[in-house]
C-alpha cells in the first residue's frame, strides 16, 4: 500500500502565524492527494483536493501544493477556528490510505 | 440537504460479527456511492470499502476476507458486515458519500460516525 507519512506530528501555533505542513508519499501519486480537516469530536471536512484545489466555500487562508511525492498545506494568517488535526489522503493506487495526521495546538 | 447517518451497536464481542446501517437522505443511492472509514480512537483514518452507485464493491485488500457492504436502495441504506471482529476493530465508524471533482471522487459529506468498542 501507498504510505502516506505526514510531517510533524503536532504543532504548537499562534493565531496569526503562517503554518507549514507535510505530507509524503512513498510512491508518485501524481497530484491525486486531498487534505482534510477533523476538529475534535467531529467529521473529517475536506479542504483540498488534487492536491491544490480548494473545495467549496474554504477560506483562502488554506493552500494546498506539490505533486508526485511531495505536499504542503499551508495555513496562511492562522485563525483559532482552525485549530484541528489535518490529515492527507493519496487516491492515485487502491486502496485509498491516510497520513497519520498533524495537530494543530496553541501556543 | 445531503445526510448521512450510522447506526448499530456500540459494543460487540471480540469473535462476532459487526453490523453497521448508514441511512442516507437527500440523494439517491443509485447516483452516488458510500464509502465507509473507520477511525481506531485517537488514531488515523482507514479507508475500509466503497458501494458504488451502479452497485458493485471494492474493498480495501487488508479487510476483504472479513468485510461486506451491501445496500437497499428503497430504503436509502447501506451496510457494513465484518466478521472475526478483534479489539484492534474498535473504531469510529464513517459512511462518506462519494463525491466527484477532478475524475475522481472525493469525502464531501461525512456522517456523523458511530463508535463501535469491541470487548473480548
Known amino acids: 500500500n501507498t504510505v502516506m507519512s505526514q510531517s510533524p506530528t503536532s504543532m504548537f501555533i499562534s493565531v496569526g502565524d503562517r503554518v507549514t505542513m507535510n505530507c509524503k508519499a512513498s510512491?508518485?501519486?501524481?497530484?491525486?492527494v486531498d487534505w482534510y480537516q477533523q476538529k475534535t469530536g467531529q467529521s473529517p471536512k475536506l479542504l483540498i483536493y488534487g492536491a491544490s484545489n480548494r473545495y467549496t466555500g474554504v477560506p483562502d487562508r488554506f493552500t494546498g501544493s506539490g505533486s508526485g511525492t511531495d505536499f504542503t498545506l499551508t495555513i496562511s494568517n492562522m485563525q483559532a477556528e482552525d485549530l484541528a488535526l489535518y490529515y492527507c489522503?493519496?487516491?492515485?493506487?487502491?486502496?485509498?490510505?491516510f497520513g497519520g495526521g498533524t495537530k494543530l495546538e496553541l501556543k | 440537504q445531503v445526510q448521512l447517518k450510522e447506526s448499530g451497536p456500540v459494543l460487540v464481542q471480540a469473535s462476532e460479527t459487526l453490523s453497521l446501517t448508514c441511512t442516507v437522505s437527500g440523494f439517491s443511492l443509485t447516483n452516488y456511492g458510500v464509502i465507509w472509514v473507520r477511525q481506531p480512537p485517537g488514531k488515523g483514518l482507514e479507508w475500509m470499502g466503497i458501494m458504488w452507485r451502479n452497485g458493485n464493491t471494492d474493498y480495501n485488500s487488508a479487510l476483504k476476507s472479513r468485510l461486506s457492504i451491501n445496500r437497499d436502495t428503497s430504503k436509502s441504506q447501506v451496510f457494513l458486515k465484518m466478521n472475526s471482529l478483534q479489539t484492534d476493530d474498535t473504531a469510529i465508524y464513517y459512511c462518506?458519500?462519494?463525491?466527484?471533482?477532478?475524475?475522481?471522487?472525493?469525502?464531501?459529506?461525512w456522517g456523523q460516525g458511530t463508535l463501535v468498542t469491541v470487548s473480548s
Open positions: 510512491q508518485n501519486v501524481g497530484t491525486n
Open positions: 489522503l493519496q487516491y492515485d493506487f487502491n486502496p485509498r490510505t
Open positions: 462518506t458519500r462519494a463525491d466527484y471533482y477532478d475524475g475522481y471522487y472525493h469525502f464531501a459529506y
